[in-house]
Every structure is written in C-alpha cells, then in structure tokens.
C-alpha cells in the first residue's frame, strides 16, 4: 500500500498572495494530478504530470503554476488569490503503465484554501 | 470532448432501502469507468471500477451497472445503511491514452436510520 500527502491541510491566504500547495506520494505512481474541488462544481482538473519534470494542463490551468520537482512530489502554486476564495484542492496519483493502471487515481485528503 | 452527467444531485433513503445513482456520458469510446465516495470531510475513496468489456461489477452491497448502448452507468445499493452517507462521483476515462478522468458533479446520499 501507499499514502498521498498534502500539506498544508488549511491554508489561508490574502487576496493577491501567491500561495503554494505540495503533493507528496510513496506509490511510486508515474501520473499525479491537481484537481480543484468547489461546492456544485464537482472535480475539474487544473494540472497533471506524466512524469518528472512533465507538465500538462487540464480545464482550469490559468492562475495556477504546477512543479513535478520529482517522480514523488507534485507541487501546486496560486499565483494570485482571489478575495472570498473558497475550495478544496485534491492531489491524486495513478500508476500510469498502460490500461487501467493509466486511469486508476488515489486521492490525497486535500488542502482546504480560504482568502480573505 | 467528453461530457458526464450525474442525476440525481441528492438522495435521501430510509436504512434497508435501494438507492441509484446514474451517470450518462458522451464518448461511445470510453473505455474504463470508476465510482468514487467521499465521506464529510474526506478524500475520494476509489469504490469501484468497471470495463466497457465487462459490464457489470459487484461489491459489498453494491453493484455497478454499464449500460454501453445508452452510455449509462449506475451504482445500486440494494440496502442502504446510514454509513453509506456520503458523496458518490462517476468518472469516465477520456479515450486517447489521456490518463485523464472526467468526473460527473456528484450525488449527496443521505441514509436515515
């Protein structure tokens, strides 16, 4: 078995603050990604990696810089917070080797962001 | 591209009773489907999966249905519990050796004991 580990588990931020979230895992997985998690608006994509030093953007890449400094850790950067901002970001990880293992994603506890 | 929907967005069962939550999708060429669950407070829990190839699969009280001429998939609980409250997501694998998902927006079930 393996864990996913996000830290910070809250992070509050001022409006305009560049904020970063990291993304640690010890599956060994080839694939992580962020997601963005609101109320009513479900999971959209903001970044993924494919491998170290890969980047990819999903649907809701523009305001946010991603980092894969390492096969086991995924960085992810709000460049500018937006006021009243609230939501939960998600890391998740899969093993990436072809066929399902390709799709099969494990998620991290995530990190709940407020700006004031 | 792909586009999933979830119906419906909220669920409220007596314990024992059944419970459905559907997913349509768009893209006949999706091939890997998942079902999620997120307790208050939680991450996603990866509940089970199910191949275009194979239809149908089953878990503690639970089975997961693949409708490929509708694209329709559904979970059933056939005797909910109240620890079976919890968000429910659908996701769909997004064809092209993507290694992306797409998941539907998620259905709130709330068991009353």
């Known amino acids: 078995g393996g864990i996913i580990t996000q830290t910070p588990k809250f992070l509050i931020g001022q409006e305009g603050q560049k904020l970063t979230l990291k993304c640690q895992q010890n599956?060994?997985?080839?694939?992580m990604y962020w997601y963005r998690q609101d109320s009513g608006k479900g999971l959209r994509l903001i970044y993924y990696s494919i491998t170290e030093n890969d980047l990819q953007k999903g649907d809701l890449s523009e305001g946010y810089d991603a980092s894969r400094e390492k096969k086991s850790s995924f960085s992810l950067t709000v460049t500018s917070a937006q006021k009243n901002e609230m939501a939960v970001f998600l890391c998740?990880?899969?093993?990436?080797?072809?066929?399902?293992?390709?799709?099969?994603?494990?998620f991290g506890p995530g990190t709940r962001l407020t700006v004031l | 591209g792909e586009q999933v929907e979830q119906r419906p967005p909220h669920l409220s069962v007596r314990e024992g009773d059944s419970a459905v939550i559907t997913c349509t999708y768009t893209d006949p060429n999706s091939y890997y489907f998942f079902w999620y669950k997120q307790e208050p407070g939680a991450s996603l829990q990866l509940l089970m999966k199910?191949?275009?190839?194979?239809e149908i699969n089953e878990g503690q009280g639970f089975t997961v249905l693949l409708n490929k001429k509708d694209k329709r998939l559904s979970l059933n609980l056939t005797a909910a519990h109240p620890g079976d409250s919890a968000a429910y997501f659908c996701a769909v694998s997004v064809t092209g050796n993507t290694r992306k998902l797409i998941f539907g927006l998620g259905t709130t079930l709330q068991v009353q004991p």
């Open positions: 998740a990880s899969s093993i990436g080797t072809g066929g399902v293992s390709s799709y099969e994603q494990y």
């Open positions: 199910v191949f275009s190839s194979t």
């Open positions: 599956f060994n997985h080839d694939t």
